[in-house]
Structure formats: C-alpha cells, structure tokens
C-alpha cells in the first residue's frame, strides 16, 4: 500500500492544476485574439506554434534552422541588385544589352514606360524577402503553400468548427462583417448569426463576384441591387451595410477601405475567401506604398502620359508589366498575409491584421454547418479541389441563352461525383453547368454507381472524387421539392446547375438526388434572373407566352427581389432502398418504383406542404400561383 503524505498530496494537486490550465490555456490561446500575442503564432493558420511534438498541430522548424535547407537570397544578389538600382536606366539597358531599333516617339515612350512597373515588382521583391525573413509558418503551412501536400484532411489538422463556438470566443462588444460566398449563395449565409447580432450592427462582404459578372460595373448595378434586397427583405439589414466585392479580381477594394471604418471581426463559412480578401486589402495596400516609395514624379508622368496614349489610339502595346505584376502577386500572396488554402479548416486562429488609419481587422476560422465536411474532403482529389473550388463562371455558362444539355427521363446526371441527380421516366430537362467540373449523363442510376464505384482511366479525370464501396454505400437520397419553371440545384462551395423542364409534362414525380455525406445542397429560383436581364415569359402587352414563342417575342427585364415567394428551399430527406437493391445486384422492379412514387408524394405532403395547401398528386397542377406551396425555407 503506498502512502502519500500531506505535501506530497499538494504537489500533485498543483501539478494537475498546472497541467489543467495549460490545456485551457492553449485551447484559448488558439483563437483568442488578445492572447495570441504572448506567444509565436503560424503566420499563416494562426495557431501557437511549437517545437516539441512533430504529431501534432502547430509543430514549426525555427527560421535559423530552416536556412541551411532552403534555398535564400544571398548576400551577393542583394549587393549586386543595390548597384544595379543605382544606375540610370539608360545605363541599365545598356548593361543586359538592349539594342532596340529607333521607334516612333508613341512607339518609344510606351516600350521606356512598360519597363517602370516591372522594375519597381522585381525592386519590392526584394524588400519583401527582407521584411518576411524571419516569419514563421507551421509544417502543415509549408507542406500546403509551398509544396501542395496536403496531410491526411481531418478535424485534427484542418479543424472545422460550428458558428456558436466562433461567436463565443467574439467579444460581445466587437463589430462583426460576415463574408458570404456569391457561389453558392444563399447557402454561405447561416442565419443564424442573427442570434448574436441585430442587422444593424452587421456588415455583409458579398465576395466572389466576378464568378458571376463579366465587369465590376455589371456587378455594382445589378450584383448588389439584389444583395440588398435580398438582405434587406429577408432579414432586416439596412443596404448600406451590404458590399459587393472580389477578392481575386481587387474589385472595389479601395472603396472596401471605407466601408471598413473600425476594428472587425471577418467571419464566414468555410472557402467563403475571407483569407483571400485580407490578402486582397495588403496587396492593395502595398503596391500604393510601392509606388510612392520607388517610382519618382518623372516616371509616374510617364505611366500617366502612357495610359492616355493606350486609351486614345490604336497603336499596338504588350507590357511586360501586366504579366511581372501577376507574378509578384502571386508571390506576395504566398509570404504576405493569412494563408488561404481551398481545404476547409486550413485557418485555425484569429490572425490581426493592421490596416492604414489604425484600423484592425482579425482573421477569423471558418465554420460549417455540416459535421461530415471532413469525410467527403477525404474523398476529393486534393489536386482537383482547387480547381472545384474556384468555381464556373456563370455570366458564360448559367443564362437562358448558354449551352445546354438534354437530361431525358430516367437518366442520372453527375457532375464529377459530386452529386447523382435522377430523372423520372417520362421528363425531359435542359442543364446548365456553373460547377467547374465536367458533367457525365447515364442510362439510369444503377449504371452511374456501377460506374463511379470502378472507375475506368478514360473518366478518371472527368470524377473529382475517389469512391469505394463505403462512400457510395453512404449516400443520401433527397426529394427536390416540386417546382416550375427553371431552378438552380446548388452545392455547398461549387456552384450550382441550372434545371429547366422543357416538352409537354406527363409526370408530377419529383427529382431525386443522391449526395455524399457532409455535402450541403438546396434550391434556389435561378439567380441569373436576379443579376442580368433574361426572359419575362410576356410579350410587350403583358400577355403570358407559349414555350415556343418565348425567344422570339418575350421581353426581358432584371427582376427584383421582395420576398413574396420563398428564393430557396430546403431538400427533403428521403430514405429509400434503391441504392441497397443495386449495391446487391437485385432487380429493381415496376411495383418497387410505384411505390417509391407514392412515398414520395408522401414526404412531401408531411414536410414540405403548407397546411392550408392542396395535397400533393399526379392531379395537382402547378403554375406560377402554387409553385412554392411544397418549398421549405
């Protein structure tokens, strides 16, 4: 029997206490904005660094011992580019040989003028390796940015958390700006932040535009019209705290300045880009600083004598500066800033960021709503998921006028296996693609399983995710709610496709889609309606048209958004045996599909139709009056 004394029994009540705290403290220490700063942070992620435990999370190799291994400007270069600074340009052309022939004086002041950017990229370059030399990145960062690897995706390394527990380590008192993905809107937007925060007191980034306007004019007329509107409608949020913006193409950056006008908070769900446009606001900021600091009044007389020439003739100009702009870009991205990775959970603290006029905003990791995110993530080609993720561009592939293809009763669509949508016999549909993936169209249901759960090499690049008899087995079945006209079926951070019955409806059967466990999905009316001007289904006296008369006289117009009818609604679960049939090779018979017919009916009627609404049959007849009565939001 062993005894302990006294003292000895307060020593290991301390050390658990100890022991206890650090944990808290870490724990903490990881997202808490005020105590991240009592201890190195991955500049990229912002979580507390450590040396001790490769395993796990935060584990870094200290910068004095990451310079024997990697490749660093040497002394040499840097002396050798402070000389070359020194000279004049003429002298610099003359060092690497620039014989040019004698050109006219346009001809001339363009080729000296195209040169001043990119020597002023190359100059920041280098003072950029010198402000960055000493940041410090976890492993999991550096594997990721600099080498595309990718650790086993899970809530260990790339932890993804739910809104509540962000909004708890939010000071109360702090000013919030939700960033909301246009992708894949409205599922970007999760309601339910307006528990922790009145409209009025929120801001709303509407980021990614440009997947959905050609310019940012078109975006600013009509992208944020129907934001606001939606906003303001749905929820209360007054339109001047809604701003539209893209982060990829710096659109309204400058303007974005403004209306940050206080310490914020950014949050958002996951791969909404509030990484991205932190990035956007430093690079930015930074290429204005470059300006002012290494290009004299001389050389910005001749940029602006250059952007007159280029705007009032025909004269042909290719600069150099466009493509070394891009590129220095690029590699700011990659040094500058919280890192950004298509990977969900790759944020993992609060990171601040100072901006000019002492302004602050912090970082914030993203949440999710879906607590499986991971295990679908784990079935994605991890070299695909970038492309996935950077979206289709729907002004191109998603209005009425856009190519199509015919989806005919009884096939199953998927677009790279993201989804596996079913037809009913008798029903044809056009598809519009907005998912940058290709799309693959099958006899019937059992043929797209069979094909996806063995893929052959000829389609292996057309799936972006890599099934097995598990994740096919896992699938879920939905009902889309009955609707007319046209929709959108849209995926969680990809995108969406565009549905439209076409030819005489001989079935009220619903479509059913099948999707991997963590994917989120809804319907939405088709949101090319909202932001370019498409087809009204009228003539000019108001008169409703037939189909076939709908391209050649109908008017067309932007519509409004007033909340009249739902915008999207929810898929309806629906469990069913199809799947198991297939998965055993069981035939699936005539009398099983009737009544899978009639449990559709069945669902819908339980959860999808008001109670002051008609049941839903194959007698019920929808039109523009009842086409929402089984859609719920």
């Given at each position: 029997?062993?005894?302990?004394?006294?003292?000895?029994?307060?020593?290991?009540?301390?050390?658990?206490?100890?022991?206890?705290?650090?944990?808290?403290?870490?724990?903490?220490?990881?997202?808490?904005?005020?105590?991240?700063?009592?201890?190195?942070?991955?500049?990229?992620?912002?979580?507390?660094?450590?040396?001790?435990?490769?395993?796990?999370?935060?584990?870094?190799?200290?910068?004095?011992?990451?310079?024997?291994?990697?490749?660093?400007?040497?002394?040499?270069?840097?002396?050798?580019?402070?000389?070359?600074?020194?000279?004049?340009?003429?002298?610099?052309?003359?060092?690497?040989?620039?014989?040019?022939?004698?050109?006219?004086?346009?001809?001339?002041?363009?080729?000296?003028?195209?040169?001043?950017?990119?020597?002023?990229?190359?100059?920041?370059?280098?003072?950029?390796?010198?402000?960055?030399?000493?940041?410090?990145?976890?492993?999991?960062?550096?594997?990721?940015?600099?080498?595309?690897?990718?650790?086993?995706?899970?809530?260990?390394?790339?932890?993804?958390?739910?809104?509540?527990?962000?909004?708890?380590?939010?000071?109360?008192?702090?000013?919030?700006?939700?960033?909301?993905?246009?992708?894949?809107?409205?599922?970007?937007?999760?309601?339910?932040?307006?528990?922790?925060?009145?409209?009025?007191?929120?801001?709303?980034?509407?980021?990614?535009?440009?997947?959905?306007?050609?310019?940012?004019?078109?975006?600013?007329?009509?992208?944020?019209?129907?934001?606001?509107?939606?906003?303001?409608?749905?929820?209360?949020?007054?339109?001047?705290?809604?701003?539209?913006?893209?982060?990829?193409?710096?659109?309204?950056?400058?303007?974005?300045?403004?209306?940050?006008?206080?310490?914020?908070?950014?949050?958002?769900?996951?791969?909404?880009?509030?990484?991205?446009?932190?990035?956007?606001?430093?690079?930015?900021?930074?290429?204005?600083r470059m300006k002012n600091r290494l290009l004299n009044s001389k050389e910005k007389i001749q940029l602006e004598k250059q952007e007159d020439i280029k705007m009032n003739t025909s004269l042909p100009f290719v600069s150099n500066s466009r493509g070394d702009g891009k590129r220095f870009k690029e590699y700011f991205n990659k040094i500058i800033g919280p890192g950004a990775s298509y990977v969900p959970g790759y944020t993992r603290g609060f990171i601040r960021v100072d901006l000019p006029n002492n302004k602050v905003i912090y970082d914030v990791p993203g949440f999710m709503t879906s607590e499986d995110i991971h295990s679908f993530y784990s079935l994605l080609?991890?070299?695909?998921?970038?492309?996935?993720?950077?979206?289709?561009?729907?002004?191109?592939?998603?209005?009425?006028?856009?190519?199509?293809?015919?989806?005919?009763?009884?096939?199953?669509?998927?677009?790279?296996?993201?989804?596996?949508?079913?037809?009913?016999k008798e029903s044809i549909y056009q598809i519009r693609n907005c998912i940058n993936s290709d799309l693959q169209v099958f006899r019937d249901f059992s043929k797209a399983i069979q094909v996806s759960k063995k893929l052959d090499p000829s389609l292996a690049n057309k799936f972006v995710i890599k099934n097995d008899d598990k994740s096919i087995s896992e699938l879920e079945s939905f009902i889309i709610p009955p609707f007319y006209g046209a929709i959108d079926l849209v995926i969680s951070n990809f995108g969406h496709i565009s549905i439209i019955p076409t030819g005489a409806k001989k079935t009220n059967q619903p479509l059913i889609v099948y999707l991997p466990?963590?994917?989120?999905?809804?319907?939405?009316?088709?949101?090319?309606?909202?932001?370019?001007?498409?087809?009204?289904?009228?003539?000019?006296?108001?008169?409703?048209?037939?189909?076939?008369?709908?391209?050649?006289?109908?008017?067309?117009?932007?519509?409004?958004?007033?909340?009249?009818?739902?915008?999207?609604?929810?898929?309806?679960?629906?469990?069913?045996?199809?799947?198991?049939?297939?998965?055993?090779?069981?035939?699936?018979?005539?009398?099983?599909?009737?009544?899978?017919?009639?449990?559709?009916?069945?669902?819908?009627?339980?959860?999808?139709?008001?109670?002051?609404?008609?049941?839903?049959?194959?007698?019920?007849?929808?039109?523009?009056?009842?086409?929402?009565?089984?859609?719920?939001?």
């Open positions: 029997m062993i005894r302990y004394t006294g003292s000895r029994i307060s020593n290991i009540l301390v050390n658990l206490a100890f022991k206890r705290f650090n944990s808290t403290f870490d724990s903490l220490a990881s997202s808490s904005p005020l105590l991240s700063n009592l201890y190195p942070t991955c500049t990229s992620c912002g979580i507390r660094l450590q040396t001790v435990d490769k395993s796990k999370p935060g584990y870094y190799i200290p910068v004095e011992d990451r310079k024997s291994k990697e490749k660093v400007l040497k002394d040499v270069d840097l002396t050798f580019q402070s000389h070359i600074e020194k000279l004049s340009q003429e002298d610099q052309n003359l060092l690497i040989n620039d014989t040019t022939s004698k050109k006219s004086n346009k001809s001339s002041l363009l080729y000296h003028s195209k040169n001043i950017l990119s020597d002023a990229f190359q100059k920041e370059k280098i003072e950029l390796k010198k402000r960055t030399k000493d940041n410090s990145e976890c492993v999991r960062c550096r594997d990721a940015t600099y080498r595309s690897n990718f650790k086993e995706i899970g809530q260990t390394e790339f932890p993804v958390r739910k809104l509540e527990d962000i909004m708890k380590e939010i000071p109360p008192h702090e000013k919030i700006m939700y960033i909301v993905s246009a992708q894949d809107f409205p599922l970007s937007l999760n309601p339910a932040i307006f528990q922790y925060r009145l409209p009025n007191d929120i801001k709303f980034i509407i980021n990614k535009s440009d997947l959905l306007f050609k310019t940012n004019n078109l975006s600013l007329k009509y992208g944020k019209s129907f934001f606001q509107d939606y906003l303001r409608h749905k929820y209360g949020v007054p339109p001047e705290n809604v701003f539209i913006t893209s982060a990829k193409t710096d659109w309204n950056i400058n303007s974005l300045l403004n209306f940050i006008d206080d310490t914020y908070y950014l949050i958002g769900k996951t791969n909404s880009g509030k990484s991205s446009l932190m990035k956007s606001f430093l690079y930015s900021f930074e290429v204005d080609d991890t070299h695909k998921i970038k492309d996935l993720s950077k979206g289709a561009l729907v002004y191109e592939r998603g209005m009425y006028n856009s190519r199509y293809e015919t989806l005919k009763g009884g096939q199953t669509l998927t677009v790279g296996g993201l989804f596996y949508l079913n037809t009913p466990k963590g994917v989120e999905a809804v319907v939405r009316q088709p949101i090319s309606q909202y932001i370019a001007k498409t087809l009204t289904g009228r003539d000019k006296k108001g008169n409703i048209l037939r189909k076939e008369n709908l391209v050649l006289k109908s008017t067309k117009a932007v519509k409004r958004y007033n909340k009249k009818n739902p915008f999207a609604s929810r898929l309806i679960p629906f469990p069913t045996n199809e799947l198991k049939l297939i998965l055993n090779n069981e035939e699936i018979s005539e009398n099983f599909l009737q009544n899978q017919k009639s449990a559709t009916y069945d669902k819908i009627n339980h959860l999808g139709r008001l109670s002051d609404k008609a049941a839903y049959d194959d007698q019920t007849v929808l039109n523009e009056e009842n086409c929402y009565d089984y859609w719920i939001e």
